[in-house]
């Protein structure tokens, strides 16, 4: 776990959203962890992916190197270093050898093209903003969702954290791929009311090549959460032509059926939509998935319901996405 200088624990945050409905039950504050082991083609999240603070770049912002360039002059790698633009806007940064990731361009950009993805937070600072939602949890069953990223990778500060909300009589949810040591895991469930993960694909070969990384972990460790009795919601990232076939869905229901039991209270099925793009844009990334998109909308809903439909004859609760009640 990452110490301050004063010695206080702290995690590397990319965002925190208030008021999210979709991940876990009620109104609930939702913080994300930076960091994650996979590299899922369809991440719309790539900012969560690196373990270390970026500089992440809104050409569209910046008002023009012409007019303002304090970016390249608080620089100390100096001015004549090269950068990329179009137009007199500022596109990259990254061409500049050995950043020191010092933050000082970003801190000086008046428009705020450039920003910084990942800020180092305590329990104490993250608890301040949980806390002044508290109402919102009690009247609506809400409460607190760590998300990502993945979180079992700043497992130790995710299960301090966890404790926090629940000495503060806090709901607690994780979402977590759960590709990590099965003890990680199951000390950040100490604290951990509701499991929230994504069974991406039923064969590892196919599971490697779209997020990087076989299913095994990850099947034993879903399997290990259900034995723990933790209520458990599974999600199915429903990508077109990649895991969508009859013959990945029934595989899929018969695992959940056959090893997980009655342990699911809810199989979600999310449909893919192309986001993110931009995110990959500011840390100049190429979109993994290039130009693939969707059948069109009606055509699409309907495979869901389908495939939502198969579920059911293996008595799974399944829905469509994922603003149904959970529990
Ligand atoms: S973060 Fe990198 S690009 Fe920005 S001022 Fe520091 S060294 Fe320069
Ligand atoms: S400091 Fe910001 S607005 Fe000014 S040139 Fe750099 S990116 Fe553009």
């Not at 369809?42 to 969560?48: F, K, L, R």
């Not at 009859?246 to 899929?252: D, F, G, L, Q, V």
Request: hydrophobic letters at 35%; proline letters at 6%; aromatic letters at 8%.
């Amino acid at each position: 776990m990452k110490i301050t200088e004063d010695g206080e624990p702290y995690g590397l945050i990319t965002n925190i959203q208030k008021y999210t409905i979709h991940d876990g039950p009620g109104i609930r504050t939702e913080i994300f962890f930076k960091g994650c082991p996979l590299r899922c083609i369809w991440c719309s999240n790539p900012e969560g992916q690196s373990y270390e603070q970026q500089i992440g770049i809104y050409p569209s912002k910046c008002i023009g190197l012409s007019k303002c360039s304090l970016c390249i002059n608080s620089c100390p790698r100096g001015t004549d270093t090269p950068i990329k633009t179009e137009d007199d806007r500022l596109l990259s940064l990254q061409e500049i050898p050995e950043c020191k990731n010092c933050f000082r361009c970003a801190e000086e950009c008046p428009s705020r093209a450039i920003m910084i993805w990942g800020k180092k937070m305590s329990v104490p600072e993250l608890m301040k903003v949980i806390l002044e939602d508290r109402n919102f949890y009690l009247k609506t069953g809400g409460g607190v969702t760590l998300s990502g990223g993945e979180v079992m990778l700043q497992w130790e500060f995710a299960a301090l954290l966890l404790k926090a909300c629940r000495d503060a009589s806090i709901h607690t949810c994780v979402e977590s791929s759960l590709y990590c040591p099965t003890e990680h895991m199951e000390k950040v469930y100490e604290a951990t009311d509701l499991v929230i993960t994504d069974i991406k694909h039923m064969d590892t070969e196919r599971h490697k090549e779209y997020t990087g990384v076989g299913n095994e972990l990850i099947l034993k460790n879903i399997k290990r959460t259900a034995e723990l009795k933790k209520p458990l919601v599974i999600r199915i990232p429903v990508v077109p032509d990649h895991n969508n076939s009859e013959k990945n869905i029934r595989a899929t229901g018969e695992f959940i059926r056959d090893v997980l039991g009655n342990h699911v209270i809810q199989l979600q099925l999310i449909p893919f939509r192309k986001i993110g793009t931009e995110k990959y844009a500011t840390l100049n990334l190429p979109y993994p998935m290039g130009d693939f998109s969707p059948p069109e909308r009606s055509v699409w809903e309907k495979n869901l319901l389908r495939l939502t439909e198969i579920m059911k004859e293996y008595n799974i609760p399944a829905v469509a996405g994922s603003s149904q009640k959970m529990c």
